[in-house]
């Protein structure tokens, strides 16, 4: 039974990519298939964010691949296929986006929000921190003194 458990896990992990594809969006020839299923792997379903366009199931996922073979079909390059999507969607759609002026905030974005929230919890720890205090004078050392004797004593 355990070894039924691990070997179908092991499938669904292997397969879980291909079940967001419909049979009815693959090209016929595997070939082209092939190049389709490459580039997708790098494409960003827009609407979930953190999948590809092969992992997800929202339909403007499926509109991208279907989008994405129908150009692969017509004769793209890989480049230009892609280039296409960039260009009707943004450079958002690439999971990898390239590094350019236009894309910083994607690049560098999170590690700016993760800064300045480090900062900001720096200034409030440190505006509620007590502050210090002056040191005691000769005659409040002298009081300190007689109560610490008379503790002492007592």
């Given at each position: 039974m355990r070894r039924f458990l691990i070997l179908t896990c092991a499938v669904l992990a292997v397969a879980g990519s291909a079940?967001?594809?419909?049979?009815?969006?693959?090209?016929?020839?595997?070939?082209?298939e092939a190049?389709?299923?490459?580039?997708?792997?790098?494409?960003?379903?827009?609407?979930?964010?953190?999948?590809?366009?092969?992992?997800?199931?929202?339909?403007l996922a499926r509109d991208l691949r279907i989008?994405?073979?129908e150009r692969i079909s017509a004769g793209d390059t890989d480049e230009q296929a892609v280039a296409y999507l960039v260009a009707r969607y943004g450079s958002f759609v690439q999971l990898q986006p390239p590094m350019r002026f236009d894309t910083l905030a994607l690049w560098f974005g999170p590690l700016a929000v993760l800064l300045a929230g480090g900062l900001g919890a720096l200034i409030y720890v440190?505006?509620?921190?007590?502050?210090?205090?002056?040191?005691?004078?000769?005659?409040?050392?002298?009081?300190?003194?007689?109560?610490?004797?008379?503790d002492k004593a007592g």
């Amino acid at each position: 039974m355990r070894r039924f458990l691990i070997l179908t896990c092991a499938v669904l992990a292997v397969a879980g990519s291909a079940w967001a594809v419909n049979p009815d969006e693959q090209l016929a020839d595997p070939g082209l298939e092939a190049r389709a299923h490459s580039l997708s792997k790098d494409l960003r379903c827009v609407v979930c964010q953190n999948q590809s366009i092969d992992d997800s199931d929202a339909a403007l996922a499926r509109d991208l691949r279907i989008i994405l073979r129908e150009r692969i079909s017509a004769g793209d390059t890989d480049e230009q296929a892609v280039a296409y999507l960039v260009a009707r969607y943004g450079s958002f759609v690439q999971l990898q986006p390239p590094m350019r002026f236009d894309t910083l905030a994607l690049w560098f974005g999170p590690l700016a929000v993760l800064l300045a929230g480090g900062l900001g919890a720096l200034i409030y720890v440190r505006s509620r921190a007590p502050s210090r205090a002056e040191p005691l004078s000769a005659d409040e050392e002298a009081e300190v003194e007689i109560l610490l004797k008379t503790d002492k004593a007592g």
